[in-house]
């Protein structure tokens, strides 16, 4: 063989080899850059309307992971000044108004190119219910004002809603699940499996004006009102959830006055649940505003003073009186007002009101029921001037704790049945890894579609497949370049 055949055969080794190692060169940069690139980050809102009070949280992800179970987490939380929207109804552009400067605190964070594609959500709770059914037309406008506001901003705006109670509780559910890692979980070996279902937690939330319970039972649930069928990342899960409307704190407060008031000739009102030596005037128009009060006839006069007496045992007594628990009729699946409630399960999770409280009296560290107990005893007999000076900073609460932590102990207790063994059950937070415990983050997640109904595909192989394609390449380089080496020295034409 001559020098030109020799060396065509080189040229081709050789050209192979510069092809093949540039392929090579591509599929490895490929995948070091999707590995060492940070991948560009998305962002949704959502504005918790709730009854007292209005915030936005801002939820960020790494593009192209949105179907991955936990990747979802929180980039900022802005409480909106002023009261709930639902107070709105003599000046519903105000509600709209307030809702401003959070917005532009969002936009503030999330890069310009990234407005136009974040989906954003207005949902309203317990308070909007309650406007809704005392005045739909009040309730229509506030919406009105809402969505006109949110229309204006660079965002995609998707919408404002009234959540169901049904909705608020399972979302909450959701979103405790999801941040806990219980629904899904990915392997080592690339699979995604369902943890055990002991892992999942239940949802206890405390509102103004409602009250959520949300848990996986071990029985089958038998009324289908309380059924929620969910199907997340490939599994079933029939939850059990109940919306108490009027058994949050706030309205529960405004029950307990009016009771009191009802059955106090005077006309000053003794509170057993404020501290002794707390006093303060109470308009009987805004006892009466809510659909939880019913509205009595006697002439009373149009403001009574209240005096709190600080005596636990008389508040107990006043509050347990709200609930309705003889429509049970003694059945053990039932929790109050004659509303079914199979038997409790699992670990539970209590956020906004019940955290609020039990913080503040800390009692969030597992403390067993007997030390909670003689806590919020000891708290109720403190005489308010004593109350004020401990707690110098906490100015808008402070007077409600008393009432609201016996409220929430006989919610917890005689409604929902936790005893001395289960209370250890429940955990009081706010926030799992820096990501606020509530309904918005499970509501965000269902309407954008983030948790697929089926698994998700197993992303390894896609990457998989380009590292063995770059190692088949770089293999392939490294064996042309021997060949072109061996012709290159050994090959002497004769
Ligand atoms: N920092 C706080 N300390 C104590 N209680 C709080 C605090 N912030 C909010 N709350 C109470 O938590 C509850 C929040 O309810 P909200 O979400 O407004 O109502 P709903 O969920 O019924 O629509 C209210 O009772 C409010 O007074
Ligand atoms: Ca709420």
């Not at 992971?65 to 003599?90: F, M, R, W």
């Not at 190119?113 to 037309?137: C, I, V, W, Y």
């Not at 309730?139 to 965002?155: T, Y």
Request: one cysteine or more.
């Amino acid at each position: 063989m001559g020098y030109s055949q020799r060396n065509t055969v080189f040229t081709i080794f050789l050209g192979a080899t510069i092809i093949s190692g540039i392929i090579a060169l591509i599929l490895v940069l490929l995948d070091v850059t999707e590995v060492l690139l940070p991948p560009e980050t998305k962002y949704g809102m959502v504005f918790d309307a709730g009854s007292s009070h209005t915030s936005l949280y801002v939820y960020k992800w790494p593009a192209n992971k949105e179907n991955d179970t936990g990747i979802v987490s929180q980039a900022l939380s802005c409480n909106v000044e002023g009261p709930g929207i639902s107070h709105y109804v003599t000046d519903p552009v105000k509600a709209g108004e307030s809702l401003r400067p959070c917005m532009e605190k969002a936009l503030a964070l999330i890069p310009e190119d990234q407005h136009e594609e974040t989906p954003s959500f207005l949902g309203a709770t317990a308070g909007m219910r309650l406007l809704r059914e005392k005045n739909s037309s009040q309730a229509h406008r506030i919406f009105e004002e809402v969505s006109k506001v949110l229309e204006e901003f660079p965002v995609r705006f998707q919408g404002a809603q009234i959540l169901t109670g049904n909705d608020e509780g399972s979302f909450g559910w959701i979103t405790v699940n999801y941040i806990l890692g219980t629904l899904v979980k990915y392997t080592f070996s690339g699979e995604w499996i369902q943890p055990p279902m002991a892992e999942l937690v239940g949802a206890l939330d405390l509102g103004g004006a409602s009250t959520q319970i949300s848990f996986l039972p071990l029985d089958p649930i038998t009324d289908p009102s309380t059924k929620n069928t969910l199907r997340l990342y490939g599994y079933n899960y029939s939850i059990y959830t109940h919306s108490y409307l009027c058994y949050g704190q706030n309205q529960m407060q405004k029950r307990l006055l009016a009771s009191l008031v009802q059955t106090s000739p005077s006309e000053v009102i003794r509170n057993p649940c404020y501290h002794g030596g707390y006093e303060n005037t109470l308009s009987l128009a805004n006892l009466y505003d809510t659909p939880c009060v019913q509205s009595s006839q006697h002439p009373y006069p149009p403001s009574f003073k209240v005096e709190g007496t600080g005596n636990p045992d008389a508040c107990y007594s006043a509050i347990y009186r709200l609930f309705n628990f003889s429509s049970c009729g003694g059945r053990i699946d039932c929790a109050f007002d004659g509303i079914y409630q199979p038997q409790e399960h699992g670990q539970f999770y209590a956020f906004a009101g019940f955290y609020y409280t039990f913080h503040f009296l800390n009692l969030t560290s597992g403390q067993s029921l007997h030390t909670v107990n003689k806590t919020i005893w000891d708290f109720c007999q403190k005489p308010w001037k004593q109350v004020e000076a401990s707690y110098p900073k906490e100015k808008q609460h402070l007077h409600n704790y008393c009432t609201n932590a016996i409220y929430g102990l006989i919610l917890l207790t005689k409604g929902y049945k936790f005893n001395n063994e289960t209370w250890t059950n429940i955990h009081f937070c706010k926030q799992v890894s820096g990501t606020d415990v509530g309904w918005t983050l499970g509501y965000m997640l269902n309407l954008t579609n983030m948790i697929p109904a089926e698994a998700p595909e197993v992303k390894l192989a896609e990457s998989y497949g380009v590292w063995v394609a770059a190692i088949f390449f770089v293999v392939l380089t490294v064996v042309m370049s021997i060949g072109a080496g061996v012709i290159h020295c050994f090959w002497s034409p004769d």
